[in-house]
């Protein structure tokens, strides 16, 4: 009697083990972009628009899309002349980037994905220290550093969020400074969410029902 509860206690567990839905963050895309630098009349840009940096050009290879297994492995094109790659202003040693994205739908973010400027050979330009701003908050949700990117492998930083911003239809990164250089600029810019609550898969309900109706009839 209890070796046959017992192992249809085991048999419910293997079964749950190995028919949960692991469903994974997706990578998405902001719908939309807008942007500016905090003094527009000083210095040319280059790739002057902000969709640029949601439109996946200059990602290698092209047209990849991106997910889980890749976002931090796929690299960007590097270098100033890259005209619909990226958004960049010159002469911007004190300079800032502000880059607004819009979703259509709102979402919960856990991490944003940056691949931040570079310009070969030099590792002084692109963003450095960063504001998050929420839904049109004047607070910053966030604040913190990125890295000089590597033109040799130029694939995006993650930033976590501490906790998961909810509901997100607006989401400003405001970009302080740069590395001392004379440019300041952003690449690709993609979000991510967090990962859904495992959930048994229909054979699971199945097995646990057949198995509840065994111990039931056992007793």
């Excluded at 790659?85 to 502000?98: E, K, L, Q, Y």
């Excluded at 550093?145 to 501490?162: C, E, G, K, R, Y």
Aim: aromatic share 8%; hydrophobic share 40%; proline share 4%.
């Amino acid at each position: 009697m209890k070796t046959s509860i017992t192992s249809a206690v085991v048999a419910i567990a293997f079964c749950f083990l190995t028919n949960v839905n692991l469903v994974h963050g997706d990578i998405i895309t902001a719908d939309s972009v807008s942007g500016f630098f905090n003094t527009p009349t000083d210095g040319a840009e280059f790739g002057s628009s902000f969709d640029n940096i949601i439109n996946g050009n200059g990602l290698n290879p092209a047209g990849v899309v991106l997910d889980e297994t890749n976002v931090l492995t796929t690299t960007h094109a590097s270098g100033r002349f890259v005209g619909a790659n990226t958004v960049v202003r010159d002469n911007a040693g004190s300079d800032s980037i502000i880059a607004d994205f819009l979703f259509n739908t709102a979402q919960d973010l856990d991490r944003i994905f940056v691949w931040n400027y570079t310009q070969p050979p030099l590792n002084n330009r692109g963003v450095q220290n960063f504001e998050i701003f929420i839904n049109g908050s004047t607070t910053p949700f966030q604040t913190g550093a990125l890295a000089s990117a590597d033109p040799n492998n130029h694939v995006a930083q993650q930033i976590t969020l501490d906790s998961t911003a909810v509901g997100v239809t607006s989401l400003r990164f405001s970009g302080l400074n740069n590395f001392g250089g004379n440019a300041i600029g952003i690449d690709e810019v993609r979000f991510g969410t967090p990962a859904a609550i495992p959930e048994p898969g229909s054979l699971t309900l199945l097995a646990m029902a057949t198995c509840g109706l065994f111990i039931r009839r056992r007793r």
